[in-house]
């Protein structure tokens, strides 16, 4: 069924380039007269017209609108691409007289208005596809963005930019509609629907902004299969103590507000170490049911140490001055940049853990990963690598392998090759699918087990 099916498309594809090789050369047929003449011509027209409107008519389904338009574009992009190639072969022939077509060589003006005909119909074909790719692709990278408009025109090189586009598109359609087909299938299933709501506790230098999350397309993944999503709230930079009693409050608020009873938490970085003194020492723990920790330095960055010792302290206060002017600009009431930094260094962690204690009644859990070369980073983590790697071995980018375990289940997570998967894919922040881990499915299987565990 499935070569069948394949069979027809391939059908389709051949009749549409044929299309498209017709409206191409309109004045071709018109001169010669063949293949039915005028006909012929208006097929071709008609062809590329409903192509242009409505290419997903000659495809199997996708689901949803973006990735429908996606796809699109990226079909219309796959046969400019033929039809190029059909075209050169054509002309090719024409001109070396392998055709039952006059001699053309001594009509420069009909060889002139053809080209311009066929310069317009694959111009309007080539930026209809790269228009709805360009606008709705999400893991097109900007930098093959502005290669593609940058050398659009140089001949073989914008080809070799045209196939990589090509590339990464198919593979995004692929995978997005792939998640969307799994989702559809288990929606009522709801496996994200845990007993107690979560809460999302954001790290160090970021505010939990309205229109730029910072948990990527997880928080939706989530909703999408059941769970019920909070956010943290509380500020960007400041000492551990100040912001787990911000969340401590936000909790109970959440509580006392939903009647939710407890809060299920999963905490990013610094987040971690905030919610692990909310519960110890801010009285969260009657309302926390659980708490997951990612990518945390429980045990603190021993290049923080060696930064904040070799830094002169006016430089210090020059970077945190600034720091804390424009996040409270953006809401924070006290941002503290030096303590916040100061908090996560190895020396002030090792007296965090000996003060700070786990409570019984909670269940603790904690993820890390690691990154395995610095290019597999985005900035900064790309650069801080390999400082990270020199002071705390095997790192995510920032934090060290080391620190990241804590409670009693502990995962730890890379993929093959030189990529890995840093501080920043773990929050998904550059919205980048990953080969082998698609970490919204991970975000959903984390919060599955939540459920399967009551809680």
């Known amino acids: 069924m499935k070569s069948l099916k394949s069979f027809w498309m391939s059908i389709l594809d051949a ?3 044929l299309g498209i090789i017709a409206a191409a050369n309109t004045y071709l047929l018109l001169y010669t007269g063949l293949f039915g003449g005028m006909n012929t011509i208006f097929d071709g027209w008609l062809i590329l017209i409903v192509m242009l409107i409505s290419p997903s008519r000659l ?3 996708v689901f949803g609108k973006r990735i429908k338009t996606l796809r699109n574009g990226l079909n219309l992009l796959v046969l400019f691409c033929i039809s190029c190639f059909m075209l050169i072969l054509l002309n090719l022939f024409m001109w070396t007289g392998q055709t039952p077509l006059p001699s053309l060589i001594d009509l420069p003006a009909f060889w002139l ?6 310069l317009a119909v694959m111009t309007v074909l080539f930026f209809a596809g790269m228009v709805r790719v360009y606008i709705t692709s999400e893991q097109l990278a900007l930098k093959w963005r502005i290669l593609g408009l940058a050398c659009g025109f140089i001949p073989v090189l914008n080809l070799i930019l045209l196939a990589k586009i090509i590339s990464i598109v198919s593979a995004e359609v692929d995978f997005e509609n792939a998640r969307q087909i799994v989702d559809a299938l288990r929606k009522d299933m709801a496996v994200c629907k845990t007993r107690y709501p979560i809460l999302l506790v954001h790290g160090v230098f970021f505010r939990d902004f309205k229109y730029f999350n910072y948990w990527g397309r997880i928080p939706k993944a989530l909703e999408d299969n ?6 943290g709230e509380h500020q960007s930079a400041a000492s551990v103590a100040e912001c787990g009693q911000e969340l401590a409050d936000r909790i109970e608020k959440l509580v006392r507000e939903t009647g939710c009873e407890k809060i299920n938490v999963i905490a990013h970085s610094k987040g971690g170490l905030d919610m692990r003194y909310a519960i110890s020492k801010c009285g969260a723990d009657k309302y926390v049911a659980s708490l997951t920790t990612i990518n945390t330095p429980h045990r603190g960055c021993e290049f923080a140490d060696y ?3 070799k830094i002169p302290e006016k430089e210090q206060l020059l970077i945190a001055q600034k720091y804390n002017s424009a996040f409270k600009s953006l809401g924070d009431e006290h941002p503290d940049f030096l303590k916040a930094v100061g908090d996560l260094t190895h020396s002030a962690c090792e007296k965090f853990n000996e003060d700070v204690k786990d409570i019984g009644t909670i269940i603790y859990r904690s993820v890390g990963s690691r990154l ?12 801080s690598y390999l400082l990270v790697k020199y002071f705390d071995g095997e790192n995510d980018g920032l934090v060290g392998k080391e620190s990241f375990e804590w409670g009693r289940d502990f995962k730890y997570l890379t993929v093959s090759g030189d990529r890995g998967i840093s501080h920043g ?4 922040l550059n919205r980048e699918n990953i080969p082998e881990f698609d970490v919204r499915e991970f975000y959903i299987k984390l919060v599955n087990e939540l459920k399967n565990m009551n809680l």
């Open 425 to 428: 894919d773990m929050i998904d």
């Open 15 to 17: 009749i549409a380039v």
């Open 59 to 61: 495809y199997p389904p």
């Open 372 to 383: 395995s070369r610095g290019r597999g980073g985005r900035f900064p983590l790309n650069m």
């Open 307 to 309: 930064l904040l010792n």
């Open 113 to 118: 208005l053809n080209t311009l005909i066929t």
């Open 226 to 231: 059941g769970a019920t999503i909070y956010y």
